[in-house]
Structures are given as structure tokens and as C-alpha cells.
């Protein structure tokens, strides 16, 4: 089977498209930028010693979430939360706010790894969605909650076979031919596509972390910015202590909720590995852009490549459009000066005017980057450690919206000492391989992103590397 192009290669924008849209535009978060001054409130550091039933490290999602979840179950317990930043900033503030129903990265990655399993896992990944549809109402927060689904476009021939396969072996979703497509969204780059409409749903991931902080601040939880944890200490005595820079917790348990940064378990330092993602922002379109490309349902949209595109409307009507890029930086590095990189700009660039030339002209506001962490099996693991004393989960892999609900729920389970329906799972039971050490995790990953991007370039075609992968159950199919 013989190389091709991809649409993006075939139908460039012009260079002067590209810098015109990008020539204003700047290195900042949208998402954090849109929250009002009053949901980020600069909450002192931790200092001295304090003491807690729950400590729990990191507010991004995972973090607040198990804050909120622990009062909820419990409101006088008394939780304490640390965060070396500021409440959001890394992923829960970065993301595309695709929050979806799945567990399991998609119905075919889980049917992989824990087929029994995918009914269960199935129902309680729709009720965990229905549970954030209702926290707006349960605890008085506004996190944009719309419900559209997700459509998922095929932009090649050969990806229309994968979306024949999807429909066949899930009733729920609807296949629409190339007319259909282009009616809900006209892009020319479209030759049918799948609209999953029930289980997935789109959020403000920036206020989400901020509303999801002030619930749990109004239900008594201290949040700590600007703390870093040094350690963790398990006395003999019992319990767990905590440690920062200026102070200690003393609690009874920990949830670490550290999600791409280093593991504070020795135990977990090759189980993630960072990855950077780009993102641009348009600026708000007009009436007569947004009557161009119809969109009137609002869905998210992810296209069937394995180097793919995710894109959204905002409230405000802009587009956001990310992807494709997904970089890795030897050693396991997590650094700011990763988020500017020029070359992934213009590279999205180029494919939003693929995918939309009826919107040339129109320009970007924002771009930014972010680090995802990835797991071998492609989605979040969990445990515990220190004689049960601490609980993590990590490895969300991009589908951390939805499911850092569930994980919080899982943490708390298996604080609790609690035998559920979730602490049942061998998703949640069974660790997944870890990454191998440096070089030889840089050799991997890069391997296998060339691996992927030549099997976009051949019509779908898995090399032996992928095929390899697929079969030990490793992760990065799409």
C-alpha cells in the first residue's frame, strides 16, 4: 500500500491565511482568562502546622472533586486541599472541556482491556456524566454544562469502513452520510461521520475549577495555593503527614491528585508520562461566519484520525481548535517552555482553514499548551499506599473532564476501606505496565508517534510497531 497525502496536505490554506490569523493572537489561557476576578480569589499559602481528617494534593479536577465529594458524604469532615499554583491553572484549566461519559478512552479500548467489565463500566461512566449535569444544581454552580454529543467526522475514505464498524457495534450512536455531516457542520472536509448525542456533553473547563473550588470552600474545605509538598510521612502512630515548603498537614488519610507532575510514591514515577498538547482560540465569529458552517447543535467534534483534531463552540461564540501534535520531552519533563511552540500554531492553523476555508479571515485570540499524562492502558489507574493510609489516581490520557469525577469517588472508596461496585473493577484492581525508563521511553514514544502519523499516511494501516502494541494492550490507538 503506497504513501498518500492527508486533506491537510492536499488543501492547504495559503501562507498569508495562516500568519494573518495568527498575527494578533497571544500566549495565554482563554479558559482562565473568561473566569470572573471574583471566582479566583488568591488564597494564602499554607504555613505552620494543621491538622485534618482528608489532606488532599492538587485543586485541579481530581483534587476538588474528592474535596467536594468527601464533605458531601461526610460534612463534617475536615479537608484540607494543597496546590502548588493556583486552583486550575495546569490541565483542569487548559483543556478542550469535552466531558465525556466513557471510562475507558472509548468504547474500543476498554472492550480491549476489560471486555466483562464494559456493561458495568459502561452504566456508571453515563451515571457519573449525570451526576455532573446535576452538580450544577446540587451545589449551585454555573461549569456551562450543554449536553450536545460529540460528532466524529471521517476526513479520509478509509476512516468511513471505522465508522460502518462504530455504528454497528453501538446502537446509540447515529451514522450519518456525507450530506447529513455537512449539515450539521459544513466542512468540506467531511465524508460521513458518527454523532454520539447522549455521552457527551461540553463544559468551561476554567470555570469549572473555579465553581467547583467555591463549592467546596462554601461547604468548609481549606484550599491552600501556593503550597508545595515536599513529602509524605507515615508515622508509626498512624495517619499521614503531609508536608510543604512552610508547614505540615496531620490527617488521617491523603488523595494525591497530582496528575501529570512527578509522583510523591516512588512507586508511580514511570507509570505517566507527560505529553504536550496545543490549543488555539478564535475570536468571536459573526452571524454570517456561523450561517457558513451551520453547527447549530453545538456538538464537540473529534475527527477519525489517529493524529486528530478536537474543536468546540464556546459560549461566546468562538471556536477553540486543538491537536493533532501530541509532543514528548526527554526525561519526563514538565516546563513552561514547552507551551510555546510556533510550529504547532501554525500547523493547527493551516488545518482549521482545511477544515473551515469558508471562515478566512478570521483570526485567533488565544493559544496555549498544556501536558497531558498518559498510561500504558490509556486511562486513569488508581490505588493505594502506606498501609491504605493514601489514595491516587493519574493517567487520565485527555479524558480527565468526566472521569476525575469517578476517581474521586474511587479514592474515597478505597480510603473508606469500602467494597463498591467501583473498587470491585479491574480497572480500578489491576495496576497497568509502566513506561520504561529514559532512553528507551523517548525511543518509544517517538517510534510510535511516527508510527501513527505513517499509518494516517497509509490509508489506516497499522505498522508492526502498532500492531505490536496492540496486542500487549498498550496505549496510544488514537
Known amino acids: 500500500m503506497s504513501a498518500h497525502t ?16 495568527l498575527d494578533d493572537s497571544r500566549h495565554a489561557v482563554f479558559w482562565t482568562e473568561d473566569v470572573p476576578r471574583t471566582l479566583r480569589p488568591d488564597r494564602p499559602p499554607l504555613r ?5 481528617d482528608l489532606v488532599v494534593v492538587g485543586a485541579g479536577y481530581t483534587g476538588l472533586w474528592t474535596a467536594l465529594l468527601a464533605v458531601t458524604r461526610d460534612p ?5 486541599v494543597l496546590e502548588a499554583n493556583r486552583v486550575g491553572w495546569a490541565a483542569s484549566g487548559r483543556n478542550g472541556g469535552f466531558c ?4 475507558t478512552h472509548g468504547p474500543e479500548n476498554g472492550q480491549a482491556r476489560w471486555p466483562d467489565e464494559m456493561p458495568t463500566l459502561d452504566r456508571l461512566g453515563r451515571e457519573n456524566l449525570d451526576a455532573i449535569a446535576a452538580a450544577e444544581g446540587d451545589y449551585g454552580i454555573d461549569i456551562q454544562f450543554e449536553r450536545t454529543g460529540q460528532l466524529a467526522p471521517a476526513v479520509e475514505e478509509h476512516q468511513l469502513a471505522w465508522l460502518e464498524d462504530w455504528a454497528r457495534e453501538d446502537p446509540d450512536v447515529i451514522l450519518l ?17 458518527v454523532w454520539e448525542k447522549d455521552t457527551t456533553a461540553l463544559v468551561h473547563p476554567g470555570l469549572m475549577a473555579a465553581e467547583l473550588a467555591r463549592a ?6 481549606v484550599i491552600a495555593e501556593r503550597t508545595r509538598v515536599r513529602a ?13 515548603e512552610d508547614g505540615r498537614v496531620d490527617a488521617a488519610h ?21 505529553v504536550y498538547d496545543y490549543v488555539l482560540m478564535t475570536e468571536p465569529l459573526s452571524e454570517a461566519q456561523w450561517e457558513a458552517i451551520g453547527w447549530r447543535n453545538r456538538q464537540g467534534i473529534g475527527d477519525m484520525a489517529n493524529q486528530f483534531h478536537y474543536y468546540r463552540p464556546t459560549r461566546d461564540g468562538r471556536i477553540l481548535f486543538g491537536g493533532y501534535d501530541a509532543v514528548y520531552h526527554y526525561g519526563r519533563r514538565v516546563d513552561p517552555r514547552y507551551e510555546d511552540r510556533p510550529e504547532s500554531w501554525r500547523r493547527l492553523a493551516s488545518h482549521f482553514f482545511t477544515t473551515f476555508p469558508q471562515l478566512e479571515g478570521l483570526r485567533f485570540s488565544h493559544r496555549w499548551a498544556g501536558a497531558i499524562d498518559t498510561s500504558t492502558q490509556f486511562t486513569a489507574f488508581f490505588g493505594t499506599a502506606r498501609r491504605g493510609r493514601v489514595a491516587y489516581a493519574a493517567g487520565f490520557t485527555g479524558l480527565g473532564v468526566g472521569s476525575t469525577r469517578f476517581a474521586a469517588d474511587v479514592m474515597l472508596d478505597l480510603l473508606g476501606g469500602l467494597e463498591t461496585e467501583r473498587t470491585a473493577l479491574k480497572m480500578v484492581r489491576k495496576r497497568p505496565l509502566p513506561f520504561p525508563p529514559e532512553p528507551a521511553a523517548a525511543i518509544g514514544i517517538e517510534a510510535t508517534r511516527w508510527s501513527l502519523d505513517r499509518a494516517d499516511h497509509r490509508r489506516g494501516r497499522r505498522n508492526a510497531l502498532l500492531r505490536t502494541l496492540d496486542a500487549l494492550g498498550l496505549g496510544f490507538d488514537s
Not at 492527508?6 to 490569523?21: K, N, Q, W, Y
Not at 463534617?76 to 484540607?80: A, H, I, K, Q, T
Not at 465525556?100 to 471510562?103: D, G, K, T
Not at 497530582?258 to 505517566?272: A, D, E, K, Q, Y
Request: charged fraction near 25%; hydrophobic fraction near 40%.
Open 216 to 221: 467546596c470552600e462554601e461547604r468548609g474545605v
Open 177 to 193: 452520510d456525507e450530506a447529513a455531516t455537512r449539515r450539521e457542520v459544513d466542512s468540506p472536509t467531511y465524508l460521513g461521520a
Open 48 to 52: 505552620g502546622t494543621h491538622r485534618a
Open 76 to 80: 463534617g469532615l475536615r479537608v484540607v
Open 6 to 21: 492527508t486533506v491537510f496536505e492536499r488543501r492547504p490554506p495559503a501562507a498569508s491565511v495562516i500568519d494573518r490569523s
Open 232 to 244: 509524605i510521612e507515615t508515622p508509626s502512630a498512624g495517619g499521614v503527614s503531609v508536608v510543604t
Open 100 to 103: 465525556e461519559a466513557s471510562l
Open 254 to 274: 491523603a488523595a494525591l491528585a497530582t496528575n501529570v507532575f512527578p509522583s510523591l510514591l516512588r512507586r508511580n514515577r514511570l507509570m505517566t508520562v507527560p
